[in-house]
């Protein structure tokens, strides 16, 4: 996956905030995954097709995380999600 890699989430994840987490899903799979802040900040960017840069670049800005760390932590999360269908890589 690279920054330029266009992904959304898959329709067989669903969400939803549940106390101050978010419970996602997999209705392809039922299976239930809890989300803590980080990974809700990234789900929430999925909704609409976004680059991998587009995700990065808005966390950055919300919050204190070097380019470098962010792009890995998001590219890990985001391989873990697709691993699992939860989200769909458009183009690479």
């Given amino acids: 996956m690279n920054p330029d890699t266009r992904i959304q989430r898959s329709e067989t ?5 549940v106390a101050d ?8 799979h039922g299976k239930y995954y809890g989300l803590n802040d980080i990974a809700v900040a990234i789900w929430k960017r999925l909704e609409e097709p976004v680059t991998v840069r587009e995700v990065c670049d808005s966390l950055i800005a919300e919050f204190d995380v070097s380019p470098d760390q962010c792009r890995e ?16 890589v458009l183009d690479s």
């Fill in 13 to 17: 994840a669903l969400s939803s905030p």
């Fill in 21 to 28: 987490e978010m419970v996602m899903f997999d209705t392809a």
């Fill in 73 to 88: 932590d998001v590219v890990a999360f985001l391989t873990r999600l697709k691993d699992k269908d939860l989200i769909r």
